[in-house]
């Protein structure tokens, strides 16, 4: 029964507005859950940030063993609680149609067809050429398909001046700006970030981060890393070598 029952009625001879039904919807908005610490305060996520160039793609030959990405990627997972890796590389595409001002990704499937279209066409010494780009675009769509987000550029072609004959082509695809790009756009989506590169540059960025209370952790080879690096990560820092028996390929 109404509260208005048992109220008097109003002396003025308008009418008494009514309030409109409101309808109990018995569900529950679905939110993502998100972790607090115990200070009942948002932890945002830690994010991992590959620099391919520097670090990865020598293998075994730098290395001195091959990296399973897979365990790779759990281990960053286990220890770091790392939500999301960026992968940044690069590769030689021959003049697949492509333009980083499109602001989209560099679609790996669509390469591999295409230079396997190219493959088809070229002459002996082009496809050689091609056949490196294949082996690494496969790799990548490897890394793609574990899980790791991949931030691939085309990489553009230079020769030495005593390269007459174009046989030891260079290829450059500066993917070092993207990842301190990227590193500063999700600046605000992550707490920490797992940063492995022994690049030198970087150390400006990490600097930055680091003062402005995100976590730094840097993974790389110790002889192949500069001081700059060293001196940003202090405790936080991981020699790879010293992963060789939780990442080794078997």
Same mark, same amino acid.
């Given at each position: !029964?109404?509260?208005? +029952? +048992? !109220?008097?009625?109003?002396?003025?001879?308008?009418?008494?507005?009514? *309030?409109?039904?409101?309808?109990?919807?018995?569900? *529950?908005?679905?939110?993502?859950?998100?972790?607090?610490?115990?200070?009942?305060?948002?932890?945002?996520?830690?994010?991992? %940030?590959?620099?391919?160039?520097?670090? %990865?793609?020598?293998?075994?030959?730098?290395?001195?063993? #091959?990296?399973? $990405?897979?365990?790779?990627?759990?281990?960053?997972?286990?220890?770091?609680?790392?939500?999301?890796?960026?992968?940044?590389?690069?590769?030689?595409? %021959?003049?697949?149609?492509?333009?980083?001002?499109?602001?989209?990704?560099?679609?790996?499937?669509?390469?591999?067809?295409?230079?396997?279209?190219?493959?088809?066409?070229?002459?002996?010494?082009?496809?050689?050429?091609?056949?490196?780009?294949?082996?690494?675009?496969?790799?990548?769509?490897?890394?793609?398909?574990?899980?790791?987000? !991949?931030?691939?550029?085309?990489?553009?072609?230079?020769? #030495?001046?005593?390269?007459?004959?174009?046989?030891?082509?260079?290829?450059?695809? #500066?993917?070092?700006?993207?990842?301190?790009?990227?590193?500063?756009?999700? !600046?605000?989506? $992550?707490?920490?970030?797992?940063?492995?590169?022994?690049?030198?540059? %970087?150390?400006?960025?990490?600097? $930055?981060?680091?003062?402005?209370?995100?976590?730094?952790?840097?993974?790389?080879?110790?002889?192949?890393?500069?001081?700059?690096?060293?001196?940003?990560?202090?405790? #936080?820092?991981?020699?790879?070598?010293?992963?060789?028996?939780?990442?080794?390929?078997?």
């Amino acid at each position: !029964m109404g509260f208005n +029952f +048992f !109220m008097k009625r109003p002396q003025s001879d308008l009418p008494v507005e009514k *309030k409109p039904v409101v309808k109990v919807i018995d569900k *529950k908005p679905q939110i993502e859950p998100v972790s607090h610490d115990a200070n009942n305060q948002e932890v945002k996520p830690v994010y991992g %940030f590959i620099d391919a160039s520097n670090l %990865f793609w020598g293998g075994k030959a730098s290395l001195g063993f #091959n990296i399973d $990405y897979k365990k790779f990627l759990n281990y960053l997972k286990t220890k770091y609680g790392i939500t999301k890796v960026f992968y940044y590389g690069g590769i030689r595409t %021959f003049e697949f149609e492509y333009s980083i001002l499109d602001n989209k990704p560099l679609d790996l499937t669509k390469l591999q067809e295409f230079l396997s279209e190219k493959y088809s066409e070229a002459d002996a010494d082009t496809k050689t050429k091609i056949e490196i780009s294949q082996n690494k675009l496969n790799f990548y769509i490897l890394l793609e398909s574990y899980g790791y987000i !991949m931030k691939i550029k085309p990489a553009k072609v230079f020769y #030495n001046e005593d390269d007459e004959e174009h046989n030891l082509p260079l290829l450059k695809a #500066n993917c070092d700006v993207d990842m301190t790009f990227d590193l500063m756009r999700y !600046m605000e989506q $992550y707490s920490g970030a797992v940063v492995m590169t022994g690049d030198g540059d %970087f150390s400006p960025v990490l600097s $930055y981060l680091k003062y402005h209370d995100r976590a730094i952790y840097v993974i790389s080879r110790w002889s192949r890393t500069a001081s700059e690096i060293k001196k940003v990560a202090e405790n #936080n820092f991981i020699d790879l070598e010293r992963l060789r028996n939780i990442i080794i390929y078997r």
